[in-house]
């Protein structure tokens, strides 16, 4: 089973840039099939996806953040990013890395992203 460790959150003013890391353990090999997405949810709120890349590596991403956030993915290091940049109040949330490899998903433990204005 993919495990998924997720690093890079802290608090940063609003216009700043972080990048989030999530880092996989397992093969290569596995990673290297796994789709791989970020979600966020902020207080009081349900979880929603943020942005997603495909292991040939076509990138999605919610309309609230195109053009500000950038996913990506280095399968030498089974690891994804999510650069973020531009960020207001409302990118405020805990967000989590997961992975779809066929029928199985995984979720990282989260990692809190705050913005002050």
């Known amino acids: 089973q993919v495990q998924l460790v997720e690093s890079g959150g802290g608090l940063v003013q609003a216009g700043g840039s972080l990048r989030l890391s999530c880092a996989a353990s397992?093969?290569?090999?596995?990673?290297?099939?796994?789709?791989m997405a970020w979600y966020r949810q902020a207080p009081g709120k349900q979880r929603r996806f943020v942005a997603q890349?495909?292991?040939?590596?076509?990138?999605h991403y919610v309309d609230s953040v195109r053009g500000r956030f950038t996913i990506s993915r280095d399968n030498a290091k089974n690891t994804v990013y999510l650069q973020m940049n531009s960020l207001n109040a409302e990118d405020t949330a805990v967000y989590y890395c997961?992975?779809?490899?066929?029928?199985?998903?995984?979720w990282g433990q989260g990692t809190q992203v705050t913005v002050s204005s």
């Open positions: 997961y992975a779809a490899i066929g029928d199985r998903t995984q």
């Open positions: 397992g093969t290569a090999s596995v990673f290297n099939i796994a789709t």
């Open positions: 890349i495909t292991s040939g590596g076509s990138t």
